[in-house]
């Protein structure tokens, strides 16, 4: 692997109650978490292709690390979503390179589907600063149930020269939903959209 992972952190959210009525089945989500060294923090650099490198080994890496974390069969997740925050000496140009060009298709591999975009946020921040990940069915984006967010934050993460990455994955929607919309029963999963 070309990242310099500093360290990784899982966290499985498992709500069972809401407002006094149960949730059943809970639901639950997991975010995989990777605190990176940031190769081009304090530079400016045009070829930004080493991040989009790293963004698709941490797709891979962080996805079955969330669905592991959850014990389901990648297949089964309903909602993702993926996050990044640059310590003070990088910019929000080394989180888009993260995120976006070549992150998606692993973690697409590891769940056997995704149709629908990934949600993602980026940001800058210092140590312990939290991060929004936001969170979208995975097969279609219209599914108002499955609308939602995952919060994470790192103690000692990121120092300056280091990027917090994130990608959160669940095998629910969010407790209770009533909302309306497209269900997931009604998903079609072809456009990404219905």
Do not use: C, W
């Not at 498992?14 to 978490?33: D, F, K, N, Q």
């Not at 400016?44 to 891979?60: C, F, K, R, T």
């Not at 014990?71 to 990088?90: H, Q, R, T």
């Amino acid at each position: 692997m070309s990242a310099k992972i500093r360290k990784i952190v899982v966290v499985v959210e498992e709500t069972l109650t809401e407002m006094g009525r149960s949730v059943t089945p809970p639901t639950r989500r997991a975010a995989a978490v990777a605190v990176i060294e940031n190769p081009f923090a304090g530079r400016y650099v045009e070829d930004l292709s080493e991040l989009i490198a790293i963004g698709e080994e941490l797709g891979e890496l962080l996805a079955q690390k969330a669905v592991d974390a959850l014990g389901i069969d990648g297949g089964k997740a309903e909602s993702y979503g993926k996050a990044a925050l640059v310590g003070e000496n990088g910019e929000l140009e080394h989180a888009a390179a993260l995120l976006h060009p070549k992150m998606g298709a692993p973690v697409r591999k590891v769940l056997g589907k995704g149709a629908a975009l990934i949600p993602s946020s980026k940001r800058r921040g210092g140590l312990g600063a939290e991060l929004d990940i936001p969170l979208g069915h995975k097969d279609a984006a219209f599914v108002r149930s499955h609308f939602d967010g995952m919060q994470v934050s790192v103690a000692d993460a990121p120092r300056a020269n280091e990027i917090v990455v994130a990608v959160a994955i669940t095998d629910s929607g969010r407790p209770l939903p009533r909302v309306g919309g497209l269900t997931t029963a009604e998903i079609k999963g072809e456009d990404g959209l219905r």
